[in-house]
């Protein structure tokens, strides 16, 4: 995982828009292989918009060529109101781009079959070819999307009840009235988002610290759903000063060395081609196939660890020769030490230690005095 | 510079105006504006987008310039040249020239007005009031600027404040039937239904002239959807609170043709303060300067900025040069001298009406008041429709309103005052005008 951090959150922003920017020219998407982009709401992201869409007016970019899938929805909200996340992406970044409606996916919490839409979704991702790059925020709870803590890790597209913290921060949208927050969301799965081939997570303020502080120096943790980014092959937190006030200042200063000391090579992380380009996507018809009887989480309970830790780098960095590590042969300590004294076993043998104990349950004084014995044989 | 990008997909009528701030509200936003030249209303963008999957034929950047809702005048007398108080003796030229009014009178941006006639013979209203009726189901841009239907000036004012208006061809009103004999019945009283609007929107009367014009007269108004209006008037505040409750919800150029404030009797001014239990009424300013001193402009507006409507008052000589011109008034025909924006009646000297425009009513409400750009656009836009009963229609910038637009520059000129400038006018969703083009 990366890190990247940056003075402040606009520096930090542009730093995120530019670099989702430079993903798309680099595929130059066509209509047959369109740029699959996975996108966030909340207030981290608004500055990441905000740029993407100036640099759309100035006429760097163009996302004509571009699919968005999003990554949740309220449930049982008007469409259209204010506090819906398909009105704060048409507010923020889709009227004021040259995105067609077509190419915009956003999960939709009025589905009659709440169960059915999300396994549509998942299957709308596959059939676009899966997603290129997935922008997301981070909950100060460490989630990513809605998925709360204790969130299965190899979880899918599914409805989910959001946590009392969350409805708590996202009254801020509805007019701070706690009532009026939904309380159920549509949301992609972890899973779901591990399975783009670039995640890019924008964390900005201090009440992000600690989140970012779980996540990236805390091991992978269902209860801070983000840390499992550190299982992604290609996975990057853009952050500002204040979100790493938690991090440990070597932890901060390590990464931005290693920033720098890119930078001064001139050093972009090479991929393969493979991961950055994708597979060519499917035809829509034949992938979205709605299969009610079984539910996505409940079928797919694929183990997320093993296959990324097994499938990404070793098969997909191919270009990158690395010797096997040898075959593991148990050996003594001692035998490593030249001092013949060493040689023989300091620890007690087996088969004594089996005697011992045998023997302690009948007379402990005893099987003190053995030991000691057994020490000095 | 304002540019267009036009996108390749197959032909949608939808225009985006972006890069604009709009005045709809209270405060310029900044915010685009997606109309249809098909339905000629302004678009709920996001349903468009998530529903109906369209995009834009067109992108239009406006380069930072302010869109407003178009104007609407609610008297307005004549202009170019024709006198909406004329008889003619091949009376479809009449049509002809009115269409040729509102083709000219759209690029001042005025989408909408109220076509004003003086007080004259039962002969002529009956003549030119089916000519004058509301002019919009059509929903033809090319037809330039809509009639909301006809205000009638008269005949049943006082004669003590008839301004130039001929004393001749006045009334006093003593039962509503009055009223059907003077206009025609079918002028101001509902049709069966599906025979379309009615041609009078607004009378201008004086309330004191009968018993008859507070207990019957405005209330059956009011209920064929006319809007009563006080004016040309000798009323106390007494009568004219009794007229606002009896449902009268405008005042006719305030201040010019009625008694003046008295501080022991303030007369009709005073219902700006209160009506009784009544709702305040709307009332009309004319900020030509000539017609009001601009503190007293300031004052009405202060008294009550809900109410407060501006309005040219303009006659036929508006947007012609300055001259003599024939007028006809009631009974006969007069001469009027224009210069520059003032009007005069040849024979007194008295003001006859002015020959302003109604964005230079705006400037000059701005550099008298100290409002800020919206409030006095509101006075020629959301707060007139209003009192026309077309509040979501015309007036605004809300989804679904009709798209009539104006975009204005604005500029900063001496002591900090704004000057607006039309530079591009919008009638149902079509672009009609745009300076210099």
């Known amino acids: 995982m990366r890190l990247i951090i940056k003075d402040n959150g606009d520096v930090a922003s542009a730093y995120a828009a530019n670099y989702i920017i430079e993903r798309i020219k680099k595929l130059s998407p066509t209509q047959q292989r369109p740029f699959v982009l996975g996108l966030p709401t909340g207030s981290s992201p608004l500055g990441v918009y905000r740029i993407l869409v100036e640099k759309y ?10 699919v968005t899938f999003n990554m949740d929805e309220y449930v049982d909200i008007p469409r259209d109101h204010e506090g819906s996340y398909h009105s704060f992406m048409w507010k923020h970044f889709f009227s004021h781009v040259n995105i067609h409606p077509a190419n915009v996916n956003i999960l939709d919490g009025n589905a009659t079959d709440l169960e059915a839409e999300c396994v549509a979704y998942e299957a709308k991702i596959k059939a676009a070819g899966g997603i290129d790059l997935f922008l997301a925020g981070i909950g100060e709870d460490g989630h990513i999307a809605f998925n709360e803590p204790g969130s299965s890790l190899a979880s899918r ?9 969350t409805i708590v921060a996202n009254s801020r949208f509805f007019g701070n009235d706690f009532d009026l927050v939904p309380k159920m969301a549509l949301t992609v799965g972890v899973q779901t988002v591990l399975d783009a081939r670039e995640v890019v997570v924008i964390a900005l303020g201090p009440r992000k610290a600690l989140a970012v502080q779980r996540c990236v120096e805390q091991g992978v943790n269902h209860m801070w759903t983000l840390s499992a980014l550190q299982l992604h092959p ?60 079984q539910s996505p989480s409940v079928s797919s309970p694929q183990s997320t660890t093993s296959y990324l830790l097994r499938a990404s780098p070793a098969t997909e960095y191919s270009t990158i020769s690395r010797s096997p590590s040898p075959d593991f042969t148990p050996d003594r300590m001692g035998s490593r030490i030249g001092d013949p004294a060493f040689t023989r076993r300091l620890t007690p043998a087996p088969e004594r230690q089996e005697l011992q104990d045998r023997s302690k349950t009948l007379l402990p004084a005893l099987a003190l005095a053995t030991s000691v014995n057994s020490v000095n044989a | ?31 685009d504006i997606w109309v249809s030249s098909i339905t000629g209303k302004i678009l709920q963008s996001q349903t468009a987008f998530y529903d109906e999957l369209i995009t834009p034929d067109e992108v239009i950047d406006l380069g930072g310039r302010i869109v407003s809702p178009g104007f609407i005048d609610c008297q307005l007398n004549g202009a170019f040249g024709f006198n909406f108080s004329t008889l003619l003796d091949d009376m479809p030229q009449y049509g002809k020239q009115l269409q040729d009014v509102n083709k000219k009178l759209v690029e001042t941006g005025v989408t909408s007005y109220l076509p004003t006639v003086t007080s004259q013979t039962g002969q002529l209203y009956q003549a030119v009031l089916p000519y004058l009726g509301p002019s919009g189901a059509s929903r033809l841009a090319s037809a330039g600027s809509e009639s909301l239907g006809a205000h009638v000036e008269g005949p049943f004012i006082s004669p003590t404040k008839h301004g130039i208006h001929d004393v001749s061809v006045l009334h006093n009103p003593s039962t509503y039937s009055d009223l059907e004999h003077v ?35 405005i209330p059956q108004l009011r209920s064929s959807g006319i809007v009563v209006s006080i004016g040309h008037s000798e009323a106390t505040y007494e009568q004219a609170s009794s007229a606002v409750s009896a449902g009268a919800s405008m005042i006719t150029h305030l201040f010019n043709a009625m008694r003046p404030l008295h501080h022991r009797n303030p007369g009709i001014f005073g219902v700006l303060g209160s009506a009784g239990r009544a709702e305040r009424p709307y009332f009309g300013v004319i900020a030509d300067g000539i017609h009001l001193h601009p503190t007293t402009v300031k004052i009405a507006w202060n008294a009550h900025p809900g109410g407060f409507i501006l309005v040219t008052d303009a006659m036929h000589t508006m947007g012609l040069e300055d001259g003599r011109y024939e007028w006809r008034n009631g009974g006969g025909k007069d001469w009027i001298i224009k210069t520059g924006g003032e009007v005069v009646l040849e024979a007194t000297g008295g003001i006859a009406g002015s020959a302003v425009s109604l964005i230079e009513c705006v400037n000059n409400f701005l550099e008298w008041s100290g409002a800020s750009v919206p409030e006095a656009l509101k006075a020629v836009t959301g707060t007139p429709a209003a009192m026309l009963g077309l509040k979501g229609v015309k007036g605004c910038l809300d989804a679904g309103a009709d798209a009539d637009l104006v975009v204005l520059r604005d500029e900063v000129v001496d002591g900090g005052v704004v000057r607006l400038g039309v530079d591009e006018v919008w009638k149902f969703g079509k672009k009609v005008y745009e300076k210099g083009v």
Not at chain 1, 257 to 283: C, H, M, N, W, Y
Not at chain 2, 3 to 31: E, F, H, M, Q, Y
Not at chain 2, 191 to 205: C, D, E, R
């Open chain 1, 57 to 66: 007016k100035a006429g760097e970019i163009s996302f004509e060529n571009v």
């Open chain 1, 157 to 165: 597209t599914r409805v989910k009840t959001l946590a009392y913290d």
């Open chain 1, 234 to 293: 290609r996975s990057m937190i853009i952050c500002d000063e204040d979100a790493t006030l938690e991090l440990q200042v070597r932890t901060a200063k390590y990464y931005k060395d290693i920033e720098r000391v890119a930078q001064s090579q001139g050093f972009e992380q090479v991929f393969p081609s493979k991961i950055l380009t994708g597979f060519p996507p499917q035809s829509i018809q034949a992938s979205i196939v709605v299969d009610e009887t």
């Open chain 2, 1 to 31: 510079m304002p540019s267009v990008i036009t996108s390749p997909t197959s032909k949608t009528g939808i225009s985006k105006l972006t890069n604009c701030r709009i005045a709809g509200g209270d405060a310029l936003i900044w915010k």
């Open chain 2, 183 to 217: 206009y025609g019945k079918s002028n101001i009283n509902p049709g069966s239904p599906g025979s379309g609007p009615i041609p009078v929107k607004m009378i201008t009367l004086a309330p004191e002239l009968s018993q008859a014009v507070p207990s019957v007269i």
